[in-house]
C-alpha cells in the first residue's frame, strides 16, 4: 500500500490551486502583505478576505494484498490458477514414518536351538571330518506379521553361531569348524563364521532368504568326537537399513489433524454474512516406500459439523501409489450433498478436523474398485515416509456482506497545519477508481490530541463503488468503479471537527467491504492483481482581515 500527501497519478494544475498547501499560503499572505502595505499608504482599511483554495490532502493506491493486510489474512492469501485471490492454510500430515504409526515390517531378534546329529558320521583321533555340503540346518525367521521377506540389510547388529564342545580340547582350535551361511551375502558371497564369535552387521551385509521366510547354515572342516552339534542360531538385527518382500495388508497408522482459521476467523465472523462458494480441502502425500497405501478419511469436521464425503475413491478413500506424489482435492462434488463444504463454512468458521486411518497394501475389496491390481512386492529404506500436508484453500468466490477490516489506512497529514491563519469552510471529496467487485464504506477519522481517541470527521461512513462488472482487470470488457467530477463523495466539516483535522499528524480510513450483488446473494469472484486509487481533496476558505481597524 503506497501512502502519499499527494496523488501518485494526478497531474498538478497550473496557477495558484496547482501549489503544496503551505506554498499556497504563503502565496496569499505575500498578497496580504502586499495589501497591507498598500494600507499604509492609504489606499486600504480594514478589508476582509476569504479566498478559496483546494488543499490536497492525499492519495492511497492500495493493491487487493495490501487491502486483504488490513485483515492480517494477507500471509495467507495466494493467487488461484484461475487468478481469483485465494486463502490457504495448511498442516503436516505424516501417515508413515519415525515415530508416527507403526514399521511397515520389523525382524526382531531371531533365537534358534541348534542341534545336528553327527552319528552318522566316524571320525579318527577324536575328531570327526564333515563332509562338505552335507552337514547344514535350516530356520525359518519369525515374528514378521505375515510378512514375507526375500532381502534385509541392517544398519547394525550381530549375527552369532555358538556350538558347545569345542573348547578345552587339547589339539583343536574351534576356528577348524567353518560355518557358512549361504543367505548372509557380503560382496554377493556367503560370509563364513568362527563358532561363538559374533559378526558385526552393518550396510555391507545382506540377509537373502529363501522362499517362506527360511535361512540355512552349513557346518564343514573338522569337530571333536561329539555325537550332535549342540548350540544356537542369535541374530540382532537392530535397525533395518533396508527391507524388500510382500509385507502385507495392515493397518499402520490412525493420524488426527487440526487447522485453526486464527485471522481469517475473526475477519469472517464480525461479517453480515459469508460464503464460499469454491471450497477446496486438500491432501498433498509424497509416498516413499515403494508400497501401495490407502489413506481413509474417517472423520472430516468443520468446526462441530461432520462432512459426509461420497463413498470410496469417490470421496472418502484415497489411493496412495508406490514412490509418487498423489493430490487429492476434497470439494463440494465429493461431499454427499453437493454442497457439503460451502453449507458448513459459515461466517462462523474457525476450525477443520480430520481423522485419517492409513492402511499398507489395500486390496481391490477395501477400495471398492474390481479393476485394482495390487502388486506383490514391496520395499522400504529406512528413511522412507509416508508424508505430506493438509490443506484448506478458499478462494474468494462467493459472497462477503459487510466484512470490516481490523486494521485502518493512514494518510499523513503533517503538511496541514493550521498556523495564523482560520479555515472558515473545510470540505473534504473523495474520488479515484476501484478494481475490486467491493464496494467500500469508508469511515474517515482522526485522533483526539492527548487521549488519542478516534474521533470520525463525518456523521456517517462514505460510500465508494465497487467495479461495475466482474471481469479479470486486463479483460478488455473490464469497467472499475469510477469517482470523478461527476459523481464525487463530498463531506463538509463542522468547526470543531476542521479544528481537530487541521491539528493532526494522520487522517485514518476503517474500511467495511461487500462483494457486489451481495444483497441478492449473488456471487462475485476477486480477481489479483486489482487496485483501489483513492484520493482525498480538501476545500478550503481562509478567513483572515488586512490591517484591522
Known amino acids: 500500500m503506497r501512502q502519499k500527501n499527494l496523488p501518485l497519478r494526478r497531474k498538478r494544475p497550473g496557477g495558484l490551486c496547482g501549489m503544496p498547501m503551505k506554498k499556497r499560503i504563503l502565496c496569499l499572505l505575500s498578497v496580504a502583505a502586499v495589501a497591507a502595505g498598500c494600507t499604509e499608504k492609504g489606499m486600504f482599511d480594514n478589508i476582509h478576505v476569504r479566498p478559496n483554495t483546494t488543499l490536497p490532502v492525499g492519495n492511497v493506491v492500495a493493491s487487493d494484498s495490501s487491502l486483504f493486510e488490513l485483515a492480517d489474512i494477507q500471509k495467507n492469501m495466494q493467487v488461484g490458477p484461475d487468478g481469483v485471490l485465494t486463502f490457504v492454510d495448511s498442516t503436516d500430515l505424516t501417515l508413515s514414518g519415525p515415530e508416527v504409526g507403526t514399521s511397515l515390517v520389523e525382524v526382531p531378534a531371531q533365537k534358534f536351538d541348534l542341534y545336528k546329529d553327527l552319528t552318522s558320521w566316524s571320525g579318527a583321533g577324536g575328531f570327526i571330518d564333515l563332509p562338505t555340503g552335507q552337514v547344514a540346518e535350516t530356520f525359518t525367521l519369525t515374528g514378521l506379521d505375515g510378512a514375507t521377506v526375500d532381502t534385509v540389510v541392517f544398519s547394525e547388529g550381530s549375527f552369532t553361531v555358538s556350538v558347545g564342545g569345542l573348547d578345552a580340547v587339547p589339539g583343536y582350535d574351534r576356528s577348524e569348524l567353518r560355518i557358512v551361511v549361504p543367505n548372509l551375502l557380503k560382496d554377493e558371497q556367503p560370509v563364513t563364521l568362527t563358532a561363538g564369535e559374533p559378526l558385526a552387521l552393518g550396510p555391507d551385509y545382506m540377509l537373502v532368504l529363501d522362499a517362506g521366510n527360511r535361512m540355512s547354515v552349513r557346518f564343514e572342516g573338522r569337530v571333536p568326537s561329539m555325537t550332535a552339534l549342540d548350540g544356537e542360531v542369535n541374530i540382532d538385527g537392530g535397525e533395518i537399513d533396508y527391507i524388500a518382500g510382500f509385507f502385507g495388508r495392515k493397518e499402520i497408522s490412525r493420524v488426527s489433524r487440526l487447522i485453526e482459521a486464527g485471522d481469517l476467523a475473526e475477519f469472517s465472523q464480525n461479517a453480515e454474512y459469508v460464503r464460499f462458494d469454491r471450497p477446496e480441502i486438500v491432501f498433498y502425500l509424497k509416498n516413499e516406500y515403494n508400497a501401495p497405501m490407502m489413506a481413509d478419511i474417517e472423520s472430516l469436521r468443520i468446526d462441530d459439523t461432520p462432512i459426509e464425503l461420497k463413498p470410496g475413491l469417490e470421496g472418502?478413500?484415497?489411493?496412495?501409489?508406490?514412490?509418487?506424489?498423489?493430490?487429492?482435492?476434497?470439494?463440494?462434488?465429493?461431499?454427499?450433498?453437493?454442497?457439503?463444504?460451502?453449507?458448513?463454512?459459515?461466517?462462523?468458521?474457525?476450525?477443520?478436523?480430520?481423522?485419517?486411518?492409513?492402511?499398507?497394501?489395500?486390496?481391490?475389496?477395501?477400495?471398492?474398485?474390481?479393476?485394482?491390481?495390487?502388486?506383490?512386492?514391496?520395499?522400504?529404506?529406512?528413511?522412507?515416509?509416508?508424508?505430506?500436508?493438509?490443506?484448506?484453500?478458499?478462494?474468494?468466490?462467493?459472497?462477503?456482506?459487510?466484512?470490516?477490516?481490523?486494521?485502518?489506512?493512514?494518510?499523513?497529514?503533517?503538511?496541514?497545519?493550521?498556523?495564523?491563519?482560520?479555515?472558515?469552510?473545510?470540505?473534504?471529496?473523495?474520488?479515484?477508481?476501484?478494481?475490486?467487485?467491493?464496494?467500500?464504506?469508508?469511515?474517515?477519522?482522526?485522533?483526539?490530541?492527548?487521549?488519542?481517541?478516534?474521533?470520525?470527521?463525518?456523521?456517517?461512513?462514505?460510500?465508494?463503488?465497487?467495479?461495475?462488472?466482474?471481469?479479470?482487470?486486463?479483460?478488455?470488457?473490464?469497467?472499475?468503479?469510477?469517482?470523478?467530477?461527476?459523481?464525487?463523495?463530498?463531506?463538509?466539516?463542522?468547526?470543531?471537527?476542521?479544528?481537530?483535522?487541521?491539528?493532526?499528524?494522520?487522517?485514518?480510513?476503517?474500511?467495511?467491504?461487500?462483494?457486489?450483488?451481495?444483497?441478492?446473494?449473488?456471487?462475485?469472484?476477486?480477481?489479483?492483481?486489482?487496485?483501489?486509487?483513492?484520493?482525498?481533496?480538501?476545500?478550503?476558505?481562509?478567513?483572515?482581515?488586512?490591517?484591522?481597524?
Do not use: C, W
Open 316 to 549: 472418502q478413500l484415497i489411493l496412495v501409489a508406490p514412490q509418487a506424489v498423489t493430490r487429492i482435492v476434497i470439494n463440494n462434488d465429493k461431499t454427499r450433498s453437493g454442497t457439503g463444504l460451502t453449507d458448513a463454512l459459515t461466517k462462523e468458521f474457525s476450525r477443520l478436523a480430520v481423522d485419517v486411518n492409513t492402511l499398507l497394501n489395500p486390496t481391490a475389496a477395501d477400495l471398492g474398485d474390481p479393476s485394482y491390481a495390487a502388486p506383490d512386492h514391496n520395499s522400504t529404506s529406512v528413511r522412507d515416509t509416508l508424508g505430506g500436508a493438509f490443506l484448506i484453500a478458499l478462494p474468494l468466490d462467493g459472497v462477503l456482506d459487510g466484512v470490516a477490516f481490523d486494521q485502518e489506512m493512514e494518510v499523513d497529514l503533517k503538511d496541514m497545519n493550521k498556523e495564523d491563519i482560520d479555515y472558515e469552510e473545510l470540505t473534504l471529496t473523495l474520488s479515484g477508481t476501484n478494481g475490486l467487485p467491493l464496494g467500500l464504506s469508508i469511515e474517515v477519522s482522526v485522533r483526539e490530541p492527548g487521549s488519542g481517541v478516534s474521533v470520525p470527521l463525518f456523521d456517517e461512513p462514505v460510500e465508494f463503488p465497487s467495479s461495475e462488472n466482474n471481469l479479470k482487470p486486463d479483460d478488455p470488457a473490464f469497467r472499475p468503479g469510477v469517482v470523478d467530477g461527476k459523481n464525487l463523495i463530498s463531506r463538509s466539516l463542522s468547526p470543531d471537527k476542521i479544528d481537530l483535522l487541521l491539528g493532526a499528524d494522520k487522517l485514518f480510513l476503517r474500511l467495511t467491504a461487500t462483494t457486489m450483488g451481495a444483497a441478492e446473494r449473488k456471487a462475485a469472484k476477486i480477481y489479483s492483481p486489482s487496485e483501489l486509487d483513492l484520493r482525498i481533496v480538501a476545500g478550503a476558505r481562509l478567513d483572515y482581515t488586512i490591517n484591522p481597524k
